[in-house]
C-alpha cells in the first residue's frame, strides 16, 4: 500500500507510511474500478449537457455531452474521481463509447419526435482515439441509428491531438465520414500549433484558464491571438468557462462565436436541458 503511494505520487521519495487515510483511498479507488461493469449494465453513468451558446444571438446553439455517475442511483460521484481511474486501467474507451452510444440514441429519439437537433458534442480520449478501430465502430454507431453526423461532433481535448500517425489517420477518418471535430481545451498546456494545422478541426474551444484572465491586459491579448489563430485556420471558436458579464462583453468585442459555461448554466440532465432550451426560446 505504502510502495504504490510512493510509486504514484512521491517520485522523489524513498519512504512513505501507510495511514488510515491511504487505506480509504485504496478502497474507494477499488470501488470505482470494481464497480464499473455494474454501473454501465444499470446505465448508472448518465449525460448531463451544458449547453453552448451564439454570443451574437444568445440563442443555445448546442451542447456538450458530459458523463456523471448517479451510483445506486443516489449522490453524484464526481467525474474527477472516477474519469482518471478509468483513463489509467484503459476502461475510459467502454465509457467513451457508452457516452457516444447514448447520445446518439438521444438524438435518435428526437430526430423521431420531429424535435429540432441540437448538435451535442461527445468528448473522446486520447485512449479511445489510438484504440483500434475506433472511427470505424464510431461510424457504424451512427447510421445504426440514422442521424446525420453533424448532430454528434466530437471534440478531442488539446493534449489528446499532439501529432501522431494514428491519430491523424483516424480523425481523419472520422471527418470524411462527416463528423465535426473539435480541439477542446486549448491552451491548458499542451499547446502544439502544429496539431491545429494537420488535423481536420472546425471547431476550437479555448480553455477556461485563458478565458480566467481574459479581464486582464495580457489575458486579453493571449485570447484574441488564440481568436486570430482560429479564424486563420477557417475555425470556429467557442469560450470555456466564462462565468461574468465582463468576460462576456470582452468577449463579443473579440468576435468569438460562442461560449460555454457557468454565466448562462451549469451541466444538467436531459429533462432541465430541454426546458432550458424551451425557456431562453420564449425569451428571444
Given at each position: 500500500m505504502a510502495l504504490e503511494t510512493v510509486e504514484d505520487h512521491y517520485d522523489c521519495c524513498d519512504v512513505a507510511y501507510y495511514t488510515e487515510e491511504m487505506a480509504q483511498k485504496r478502497m474507494y479507488i477499488q470501488?470505482?474500478?470494481?464497480?464499473?461493469d455494474t454501473a454501465l449494465e444499470k446505465e448508472e453513468f448518465v449525460v448531463y449537457y451544458q449547453p453552448k451558446v451564439d454570443i451574437a444571438t444568445e440563442r443555445i446553439i448546442g451542447a456538450e455531452a458530459l458523463v456523471r455517475w448517479k451510483k445506486d442511483g443516489k449522490a453524484l460521484i464526481p467525474p474527477g474521481d472516477f474519469i482518471p481511474v478509468y483513463e489509467k486501467?484503459?476502461?475510459?474507451?467502454?465509457?467513451?463509447?457508452?457516452?457516444?452510444?447514448?447520445?446518439?440514441?438521444?438524438?435518435?429519439?428526437?430526430?423521431?419526435?420531429?424535435?429540432?437537433?441540437?448538435?451535442?458534442?461527445?468528448?473522446?480520449?486520447?485512449?479511445?482515439?489510438?484504440?483500434?478501430?475506433?472511427?470505424?465502430?464510431?461510424?457504424?454507431?451512427?447510421?445504426?441509428?440514422?442521424?446525420?453526423?453533424?448532430?454528434?461532433?466530437?471534440?478531442?481535448?488539446?493534449?489528446?491531438?499532439?501529432?501522431?500517425?494514428?491519430?491523424?489517420?483516424?480523425?481523419?477518418?472520422?471527418?470524411?465520414?462527416g463528423f465535426q471535430l473539435h480541439i477542446d481545451d486549448f491552451g491548458a498546456g499542451y499547446s502544439s500549433l502544429i496539431s491545429l494545422n494537420q488535423f481536420p478541426f472546425s471547431t476550437l474551444k479555448?480553455?477556461?484558464?485563458?478565458?480566467?484572465?481574459?479581464?486582464?491586459?495580457?489575458?486579453?491579448?493571449?485570447?484574441?491571438?488564440?481568436?486570430?489563430?482560429?479564424?486563420?485556420?477557417g475555425m470556429k471558436v467557442v469560450a470555456e468557462g466564462v462565468e461574468t458579464g465582463e468576460q462576456l462583453e470582452?468577449?463579443?468585442?473579440?468576435?468569438?462565436?460562442?461560449?460555454?459555461?457557468?454565466?448562462?448554466?451549469?451541466?444538467?440532465?436531459?429533462?432541465?436541458?430541454?426546458?432550458?432550451?424551451?425557456?431562453?426560446?420564449?425569451?428571444?
Amino acid at each position: 500500500m505504502a510502495l504504490e503511494t510512493v510509486e504514484d505520487h512521491y517520485d522523489c521519495c524513498d519512504v512513505a507510511y501507510y495511514t488510515e487515510e491511504m487505506a480509504q483511498k485504496r478502497m474507494y479507488i477499488q470501488m470505482i474500478e470494481n464497480s464499473f461493469d455494474t454501473a454501465l449494465e444499470k446505465e448508472e453513468f448518465v449525460v448531463y449537457y451544458q449547453p453552448k451558446v451564439d454570443i451574437a444571438t444568445e440563442r443555445i446553439i448546442g451542447a456538450e455531452a458530459l458523463v456523471r455517475w448517479k451510483k445506486d442511483g443516489k449522490a453524484l460521484i464526481p467525474p474527477g474521481d472516477f474519469i482518471p481511474v478509468y483513463e489509467k486501467d484503459g476502461l475510459i474507451v467502454r465509457l467513451d463509447e457508452y457516452m457516444f452510444r447514448q447520445v446518439c440514441r438521444v438524438q435518435r429519439r428526437k430526430m423521431e419526435e420531429g424535435a429540432e437537433l441540437l448538435p451535442i458534442s461527445i468528448n473522446l480520449s486520447r485512449s479511445s482515439v489510438l484504440h483500434g478501430d475506433v472511427a470505424e465502430r464510431y461510424i457504424a454507431i451512427v447510421k445504426e441509428n440514422g442521424i446525420p453526423f453533424s448532430c454528434v461532433p466530437i471534440e478531442l481535448t488539446e493534449s489528446a491531438a499532439i501529432y501522431n500517425d494514428r491519430i491523424k489517420e483516424t480523425t481523419g477518418k472520422l471527418a470524411d465520414a462527416g463528423f465535426q471535430l473539435h480541439i477542446d481545451d486549448f491552451g491548458a498546456g499542451y499547446s502544439s500549433l502544429i496539431s491545429l494545422n494537420q488535423f481536420p478541426f472546425s471547431t476550437l474551444k479555448i480553455d477556461k484558464s485563458l478565458i480566467d484572465d481574459v479581464c486582464q491586459k495580457t489575458g486579453r491579448t493571449l485570447v484574441e491571438q488564440v481568436i486570430t489563430l482560429a479564424r486563420l485556420l477557417g475555425m470556429k471558436v467557442v469560450a470555456e468557462g466564462v462565468e461574468t458579464g465582463e468576460q462576456l462583453e470582452i468577449l463579443k468585442c473579440l468576435n468569438c462565436d460562442a461560449v460555454q459555461g457557468f454565466y448562462y448554466a451549469k451541466p444538467m440532465p436531459e429533462q432541465e436541458f430541454v426546458a432550458y432550451v424551451q425557456q431562453r426560446e420564449r425569451m428571444m
